[in-house]
T-cell receptor
Framework: AQSVTQPDIHITVSEGASLELRCNYSYGATPYLFWYVQSPGQGLQLLLKYFSGDTLVQGIKGFEAEFKRSQSSFNLRKPSVHWSDAAEYFC?????????????FGTGTQLKVEL | DVKVTQSSRYLVKRTGEKVFLECVQDMDHENMFWYRQDPGLGLRLIYF???????EKGDIPEGYSVSREKKERFSLILESASTNQTSMYLC????????????FGPGTRLLVL
């Protein structure tokens, strides 16, 4: 069965510092990988996704992620964090066996930004 | 912009009540989803629908049912609400295909007393 692990429940960084959020997945075939962000009191918004091609993908808000098949990882990075990046971040993998675009989500990483 | 709306942001119900959560999307998406979000557990799929009147169970369908009579509307029904169904409920919609983005509503925070 497919699964997603986000090993860091909480991360605190200073504004202007770099950020890396970890995501490891278990999937039997070529995965489709997503990062979503949830700001307080809001639904989830897509940051970026990978399904083929260049393994370094660029997203919105200055985020990027790198797919590493050998490590089964899809870590999210940002070179300089802004206070407005404080939110919860979810990694997701799909699709479920049988098709469609059902996703399996990780448990999330809560990012706190210190000013 | 894609818009996914949910009928209530906050809802308080009593144990045993029948609860309806409504979700509407304005992009003619084929797929619609209901998730439950709990701290430390992330998002878990309750049900999804890939067409009108079609539905499939997700990871945690017990205690829930769904209805999709029109393409734009997907309802989640708690037949007899219980306290362990207190949670945040998120609706999403997307085009078909595994690479498609899911667009989420703002969520309904349900408290069952």
């Amino acid at each position: 069965a497919q699964s997603v692990t986000q090993p860091d429940i909480h991360i605190t960084v200073s504004e202007g510092a770099s950020l890396e959020l970890r995501c490891n997945y278990s999937y039997g075939a070529t995965p489709y990988l997503f990062w979503y962000v949830q700001s307080p009191g809001q639904g989830l918004q897509l940051l970026l996704k990978y399904f083929s091609g260049d393994t370094l993908v660029q997203g919105i808000k200055g985020f990027e992620a790198e797919f590493k098949r050998s490590q089964s990882s899809f870590n999210l990075r940002k070179p300089s964090v802004h206070w407005s990046d404080a939110a919860e971040y979810f990694c997701a993998v799909g699709p479920f066996t049988g098709g469609g675009n059902k996703l399996t989500f990780g448990t999330g990483t809560q990012l706190k930004v210190e000013l | 912009d894609v818009k996914v709306t949910q009928s209530s942001r906050y809802l308080v119900k009593r144990t045993g009540e029948k609860v309806f959560l409504e979700c509407v999307q304005d992009m003619d998406h084929e797929n619609m989803f209901w998730y439950r979000q709990d701290p430390g557990l992330g998002l878990r799929l309750i049900y999804f629908s890939y067409d009108v009147k079609m539905k499939e169970k997700g990871d945690i369908p017990e205690g829930y049912s769904v209805s999709r009579e029109k393409k734009e509307r997907f309802s989640l029904i708690l037949e007899s609400a219980s306290t362990n169904q207190t949670s945040m409920y998120l609706c999403a919609s997307s085009w078909g295909g595994p690479q498609e983005t899911q667009y989420f509503g703002p969520g309904t925070r349900l408290l069952v007393l």
